[in-house]
């Protein structure tokens, strides 16, 4: 069966630190991969998603970014964070074919002071 | 242009009771359609989903939802609630490319 992890499960970070969240897959092969963020009490905003390698698709520009180096693996990044960075940061993933369902990950609690 | 409404942004209902959650959509042919559940502090999980044939699908922890193409909604429901239900509900909408869209999600809140 696939599953989803995340880690950490919850982070605390001075404004202007750096960031690195990691997602990982397992179970299934070349699935495509999203990042979203959700701030409290609002919905999901989707950050970057990834249909394969190295392929990566921005929705919103900010001081975030995304890499995919391996198939299963995805990571978001920060070289500066900002205030506005806190929030529930989920991972999720899909088959590779379209309009197919998503599996989430347990999700990063950002906290940034 | 896609687009998701879910026009409660709370419901609450006391332990026994039916549930129903609206949700409506945008889109120009038959469309994916999700519902998800997030319960504090934790990922999404999906409750069911519907493709295409039956226009009522079954899914997991007792719940239901009926895609009404004439009205453009695809509504959830449960008979009667459990305290366990309390959750954030978002449903979704796929129009056939890799990018679903979401609700803004409704919190359902169970009084004992």
């Known amino acids: 069966s696939q599953t989803i992890h995340q880690w950490p499960a919850t982070l605390v970070q001075p404004v202007g630190s750096p960031l690195s969240l990691e997602c990982t897959v397992e179970g299934t092969s070349n699935p495509n991969l999203y990042w979203y963020r959700q701030a409290a009490g609002r919905g999901l905003q989707l950050l970057f998603y990834?249909?394969?390698?190295?392929?990566i698709s921005s929705e919103v520009p900010q001081n975030l970014s995304a890499s995919r180096p391996q198939d299963r693996q995805f990571i978001l990044s920060s070289k500066k964070l900002l205030l506005s960075d806190s929030g529930f940061y989920l991972c999720?993933?899909?088959?590779?074919?379209?309009?197919?369902?998503?599996?989430f990950g347990p999700g990063t609690r950002l906290l940034v002071l | 242009a896609q687009s998701v409404t879910q026009p409660d942004i709370h419901i609450t209902v006391s332990e026994g009771a039916s549930l129903e959650l609206r949700c409506n959509y945008s889109y120009g042919a038959t469309p994916y359609l999700f519902w998800y559940v997030q319960s504090p502090g934790q990922g999404l999980q999906l409750l069911l989903k519907?493709?295409?044939?039956?226009?009522l699908v079954q899914g997991i922890k007792g719940f239901e939802a009926e895609f009404k193409r004439s009205q453009s909604s695809f509504n959830l429901r449960k008979p009667s609630v459990h305290w366990s239900d309390a959750a954030e509900y978002f449903c979704a909408l796929s129009g056939g490319s890799y990018i679903p869209t979401f609700g803004r999600g409704t919190s359902l809140i169970v009084h004992p």
């Open positions: 990834s249909v394969g390698i190295g392929q």
């Open positions: 999720a993933w899909s088959s590779g074919q379209s309009g197919t369902d998503q599996y």
């Open positions: 519907y493709f295409s044939g039956d226009t």
